[in-house]
């Protein structure tokens, strides 16, 4: 039994496991990657491609002092760990090591982070279409540079950091492009304020493509994808009213894509929480309160997980977590207690300014991708778009008829792919709002395990 069991070391996991260490509580860190510090800090400190990518020391540093805090404080930290399960009485079933153990914490600290969200366009498969994250990891991880001339697809955050760092590193970034203009307001710039140390560094991200002279090509969308055993162009359209169409070739061995990111809801969802619709996001995240505590007691959720934004948002959201916690078990100290108050006031800044980005960041629905029967719906199973409208058109109405009759949602990712794109063409098939179809709460194991690890369970 432990008083935190933390699922997930980044930014957010890693904050509350620290602050609760540091209150004296019994803590159990769980990460399936090698290495603690998720997408943001796993690899700080580490140099690639001639140390162009190397992180600020700041990052490098964070890391060594939580590893000295979690170590100082006995914090079990559980390396390529896979959580299968989660109980009613707080209850984990962990992959772990070629064997099948469970933990029990009197709080759970769900901090499973996103995952980036794709949605398809004819071609979107091919070998050498990737996502913004993933050109990231490539290159901070392997110290890969994923091709070497490349357009950037999607007007969000992370395809501005994805195109930065591609530049950085030499590549060649033949245009950027973006499904339409954001509208930019009075209002939204005053809440963009509220953090100027974030907002000047989008504006740097911005000044270094005017600077390399970067095509920025607005009101423009992939309508195909040229190569087949890789990519070796793609073809743009523009898609603007009052103006009239204007298709354009671009040679290219790299598409570097990006929707946004989904949260990874899947535990939560197992653990009986509730799942609500964000309309600002068109996500599900799970539902909590002023705590971050969700509709489940003691059952908490924090970072990404619940909504993207951004890496100090996840930072604030563990200390808060952590903080709580420790006051509910009567071991906050007076001065922690003020600590936490003024983290929820740095917390409720942070989202207005977040409320602002979600506000200027362009967001394309799956109507408006120009789609055909042959494109690609659910990679897995190799499931295309006809094959889903032949099942919608014979009268098939919820997810599991679907499932039953094509198979889409039923691969290795177990739908994270492709669940959110399929949901979107039910709501419209039948009529309704995308929030009325609620993503299914996943079966057992909740990500693949080894048959012989799992049989062990027994």
């Known amino acids: 039994m432990y008083d935190v069991v933390i699922v997930g070391a980044g930014p957010a996991g890693l904050s509350a496991a620290r602050m609760a260490a ?48 979690l170590g100082r404080c006995g914090v079990e930290v559980l390396n390529e760990a896979t959580v299968v399960e989660i109980s009613a009485d707080r209850t984990l079933t962990v992959a772990f090591r070629g064997s099948i153990t469970q933990l029990q914490g009197e709080n759970v600290v769900i901090a499973t982070g996103a995952r980036e969200r794709v949605i398809p366009f004819p071609g979107w498969t091919t070998p050498g279409v990737i996502g913004a994250g993933a050109a990231q990891n490539l290159m901070k991880a392997s110290g890969v540079l994923p091709g070497s001339r490349v357009v950037v697809v999607g007007a969000n955050p992370l395809c501005l950091l994805a195109a930065t760092s591609l530049l950085r590193c030499g590549v060649k970034i033949v245009a950027v492009c973006a499904p339409s203009r954001p509208r930019v307001t009075f209002n939204a710039l005053l809440r963009l304020m509220r953090r100027p140390d974030i907002f000047l560094r989008g504006v740097g991200y911005l000044l270094m493509l005017k600077l390399y002279r970067i095509r920025m090509l607005s009101d423009y969308r992939v309508t195909d994808v040229i190569g087949d055993a890789k990519v070796t162009g793609v073809i743009t359209r523009r898609f603007a009213e009052g103006l009239p169409p204007s298709e354009e070739r671009l040679d290219v061995d790299l598409i570097v894509v990006n929707d946004g990111l ?31 505590e969700t509709t489940i007691p003691h059952v908490y959720a924090v970072g990404d997980c619940v909504t993207a934004s951004g890496v100090e948002n996840s930072l604030l959201e563990g200390e808060i977590v952590a903080i709580s916690i420790a006051a509910s078990k009567d071991v906050g100290e007076r001065g ?19 409320s602002a980005v979600v506000e200027l960041t362009v967001k394309e629905s799956l109507d408006q991708r120009p789609l055909t029967d042959d494109t690609i719906v659910c990679r897995c199973e190799d499931v295309s778009l006809a094959t889903i409208n032949d099942a919608l058109c014979q009268g098939v109405q919820d997810l599991n008829a679907l499932k039953a009759e094509t198979r889409v949602c039923m691969g290795r990712c177990q739908g994270r792919t492709c669940m959110h794109t399929v949901l979107a063409l039910l709501a419209t098939a039948v009529g309704k709002e995308p929030d009325q179809f609620k993503p299914p709460v996943p079966r057992l194991p909740l990500r693949p395990v080894k048959v012989g690890d799992w049989l062990k369970k027994f």
Do not use: M
């Open 336 to 354: 922690r207690l003020r600590r936490l108050s003024r983290l929820k006031w740095r917390w409720r800044r942070l989202q207005k300014f977040r």
């Open 262 to 292: 989904l949260p990874n809801i899947e535990l939560a969802s197992r653990a009986g929480c509730e799942i609500e619709w964000e309309p600002s996001t068109s996500v599900w995240s799970p539902k909590r309160n002023a705590d971050f």
């Open 22 to 69: 540091e209150a004296g509580l019994k803590v159990a860190l769980i990460d399936d990657q090698p290495r603690i510090g998720g997408q943001y800090f796993r690899h700080a400190g580490v140099r690639r491609i001639g140390g162009i990518l190397a992180p600020r020391f700041g990052r490098a540093r964070y890391i060594h002092t939580s590893l000295s805090t």
